[in-house]
């Protein structure tokens, strides 16, 4: 039986339909009829944010944290324009996500009229797909189709703009059976052939590695990524995107690939004769300058997306498909090739990365002068913490440390923003990926250049009863960005510096305590390195509001080991005034 219903109500209609329990937004003019019967709704929960870009990213962390498509929604205009960054951010680290914007009366579109952009041509190349609906009757069809569309294949961010006056339309709500997309075909199963023969190279190979990215992840393959890792007993690297993936504290992890990587994992891939590539597109972090990259290796590259196989790095073995059944399938052939006797011998290359391990662990520099070491004091929460929390890292060195000094035993225990770098990640993202899970302790390890772009939410988490915890790595400065004057441009400081000038350590511009405390959160300082621990363990007493603690910590610290821009890496350094030798290790 149908029921005839305003576009506003078929759309709310339409996502209790899909299985959403939360949307993350602000309403303004054109997606105001929408607020409408979203106020009467006992099934979708609207948490109100301070700005649009941080409901995008709330909308990440709540889809990394259940694997769900995350929900955002925003007005026309400026509303859906603040979209535009965290819509970039879910792209490019493949995040399902569906944000809706009301947008101007259709008779409006393209007048120029109060509030209209152009969202849809805005976003053509940041979104998997996008649809502009101006018919109320394409409604739940729409919706439908975005939710299949934003969590099928390889996962990503759908837009749905919505014209005010199909918001306000009447017409029977019918949601769809069946959903016909006749160019939409993703392929999971991956070609058994190609499978047996990636299998046939893992046994023949002296030197091969599992580069392990986010695809993984993303297809839930944790569980057989480690059979299959056991049961050939290879080397495997998990990229920024795939931290936890893979337990750091197996014996055959050597930790992180890329330009602040492990040396073990970098060399491990330069040295390779054979790289079996599972859900990772070869990014510019992780092979330094290509032409340089794994020079004698062959390469497996199994990805659900056919566009990323050979985009970068030529494929002797394409594979496309789910990396959950590609890694199924690859067990089953390399236990009908160990039956047979066809079993690799990686004894050698074991010894080989065992030095690199040895001789070039991870590790860092305590300040002489008593001021808290950022690496100290993240390495610090992990272990007081432990693997059972979700980590939620803003961008730059806090970020990369986050990443090298955090233990992580499980999927999904790390997020963040990888391929587009968005400052300003990090406590929307914790403040969805709480929602999400309620029940996990969450950790926002944030930057005090990123914690000043999105901070507002705090409110957010105040209000709404979301008791996210925040360890904001405070150095005074654009870290990141400092770390590259001190090397590239010698010492020429220009405008990193986040404090006054000149430096006036009794000034703090602003206060994060008492800003903390302004946003109704329980705000805490730690300069003192006796007092780490403490901290952390008042922080995690405190469980019915946010936390945020500032952690002032030495400006001097930099990211090592590195892979400079532009280089191979055979130069990566493994300390300022240190770089490998790979050859010592043959």
């Known amino acids: 039986m149908t029921e005839q219903m305003t576009g506003a109500q078929s759309l709310i209609r339409s996502l209790e339909h899909a299985g959403v329990d939360t949307v993350f937004g602000i309403p303004g003019g054109a997606i105001l009829p929408a607020y409408d019967p979203l106020y009467d709704s006992a099934r979708v929960r609207h948490i109100l944010m301070r700005h649009e870009q941080g409901a995008g990213h709330a909308a990440e962390g709540y889809a990394y944290a259940t694997g769900r498509p995350g929900v955002c929604m925003a007005t026309s205009g400026p509303g859906a324009t603040n979209l ?3 819509l970039a951010d879910a792209h490019m680290d493949s995040v399902p996500m569906v944000a809706i914007t009301g947008q101007v009366a259709s008779p409006m579109i393209g007048t120029d009229a109060f ?10 190349p940041i979104t998997k797909h996008n649809f502009l609906v101006k018919d109320v009757r394409d409604i739940p069809r729409t919706v439908a189709e975005a939710f299949h569309i934003a969590s099928s294949g390889r996962p990503g961010p759908v837009l749905v703009d919505v014209s005010k006056d199909a918001l306000q339309a009447s017409a029977d709500f019918v949601w769809p059976e069946r959903l016909d997309l006749p160019g939409y075909r993703p392929v999971t199963k991956p070609h058994g052939k190609q499978v047996r023969e990636a299998a ?9 590695v599992l580069y392990v990215g986010g695809g993984v992840l993303r297809a839930g393959a944790a569980a057989e990524l480690r059979v299959l890792a056991e049961l050939t007993g290879v080397p495997v690297v998990t990229t920024l995107m795939a931290r936890g993936v893979f337990p750091d504290s197996h014996p055959q992890h ?8 492990d040396v073990a994992a970098v060399g491990a891939l330069q040295k390779a004769d054979l790289i079996v590539a599972l859900g990772a597109r070869f990014d510019d972090r992780v092979t330094g300058r290509l032409d340089s990259f794994a ?10 997306d056919p566009a990323e196989i050979s985009k970068n790095r030529h494929a002797d073995v394409p594979i496309v498909g789910d990396c959950r059944e590609v890694l199924a399938d690859l067990v089953v052939s390399v236990r009908a090739d160990q039956e047979k006797g066809r079993q690799g011998d990686y004894e050698a290359w074991w010894h080989r990365l065992d030095q690199l391990r040895t001789t070039y662990p991870k590790g860092f520099d305590t300040p002489d002068d008593g001021t808290l070491s950022p690496q100290g004091v993240i390495q610090r929460l992990g272990q007081v913490v432990g693997p059972e929390a979700t980590y939620v890292a803003g961008v730059g060195q806090h970020q990369m440390w986050a990443a090298q000094f955090v233990d992580y035993e499980r999927p999904g225990a790390f997020v963040n923003s990888g391929g587009l770098g968005t400052m300003g990640f990090s406590v929307p993202a914790a403040l969805g990926a709480k929602v999400g899970d309620p ?3 969450v950790w926002s390890i944030d930057g005090d250049g990123c914690f000043q772009m999105t901070n507002q939410e705090l409110a957010t988490c105040a209000i709404e009863g979301i008791p996210i915890k925040v360890a904001v790595v405070n150095n005074g400065n654009l870290g990141m960005v400092r770390q590259w004057q001190t090397l590239f441009y010698e010492g020429r400081y220009s405008n990193t510096d986040l404090q006054t000038a000149p430096r006036d350590e009794k000034v703090r511009i602003p206060d994060f305590v008492r800003l903390s405390e302004a946003y109704g959160c329980v705000g805490l300082r730690c300069e003192r390195p006796e007092d780490i ?9 405190i469980n019915d509001v946010p936390v945020v603690v500032d952690f002032s910590v030495n400006h001097d610290a930099m990211v090592w080991p590195m892979v400079g821009p532009g280089v191979s890496n055979d130069n990566i350094q493994y300390a300022r005034d240190m770089a490998p030798n790979w050859e010592h290790q043959d």
Not at 200 to 208: E, G, H, S
Not at 254 to 261: I, Q
Not at 533 to 541: V, W
Request: hydrophobic residues 40%.
């Open 200 to 208: 046939r190279m893992i046994a023949d190979a002296k030197r091969p």
């Open 295 to 304: 020079p004698d290796a062959k390469i497996v590259h199994a990805d659900i």
């Open 533 to 541: 621990d403490a901290t952390i363990e008042k922080a995690m007493s």
């Open 439 to 441: 029940d996990r302790v």
């Open 84 to 86: 535009v960054t965290p």
């Open 115 to 124: 509030q209209e952009a152009d969202i849809c041509g805005i976003t053509m």
């Open 254 to 261: 050597l930790g992180m690939p890329g330009m602040h990587g």
